[in-house]
């Protein structure tokens, strides 16, 4: 898209209008769904700033990252899935820095990851070295250096297509190093990171026409028998949202959800209100179902 617009951001569920799961508009509660269209997601945040972007107390401790906190979700295109993180996974196990370099291969990708903190993808390369998306450019760094003093894993196989030959990541990950600003094609250093292993351009910004139905489903557990379900027109704008529900923390997503429920609840018990006209913006759909 040529013209730059105002950021929009995802506030909270509450805050966005939806629409009914079955496709079928009523004036019953209020409509709810997000569009990231204009919206970059900086994974990176300013040092000395927290996560919400305002200036960070120096004397507050560093929260302990707590798997425990982790979001239980799955991607649905259609209906196969292409994604899936669940914490009873041993592939969601941490490590530090300096014992993951022992575990790393060429082409494999990395996630480092920090309570309150949007996690950080990029690309192993070899000779202990990584290639990521930080702070709009595309940087060949140590891998102890991009973690930042966060934990890490590897993460090749939550992603769920075909992966391209080791060769063929490395390659497509040192290609892009120096690319920065206007000159990116990603949103951030997820998408970068698995555009590299995956070669899928639906991972580009661009990379899909966000018209008709939502063919995407991000699937939220929130507990054995419930989840939350939201539809998307992009696998980009999914993982937007995935992303920022990985940087709330389990117990804060969930804390949206209930509200955001209570507040349908109360809204049907009043009176409708006048019928919106229409919403321009693309929307996610947001459901309860039993799992």
Known sequence: MGNQMDKLSHLSYAEVPTVDPNGVDTEDGPRIGVSYIFSNDDDELEEGCAVDGTE?????????????????????????????????????????PENLLNKCKAGDLVEFVATGQYPHWAVYVGDFQVVHLHRAEVKNSFLTDASQGRRCRIVNDLYKFKALGADMVVQNAMEQVGLKDRELSWRNSECFAAWCRFGKREFKMGGEIRIGKQPYRLKIFMSDKHSHVLEFQSLEDMVMEKRRNDHLGRTAVLQELATHFNSVEETKSEPAPPTPPPHTHTHTHAYIQNV
């Open 56 to 96: 960070k107390d120096p004397n507050q401790e560093e929260k302990q990252y707590d798997q425990r906190d982790e979001v239980e979700c799955a991607v649905y295109n259609r209906d196969e899935c292409i994604y899936e993180k669940s914490v009873k996974s041993a592939s969601l196990e941490v490590y530090s």
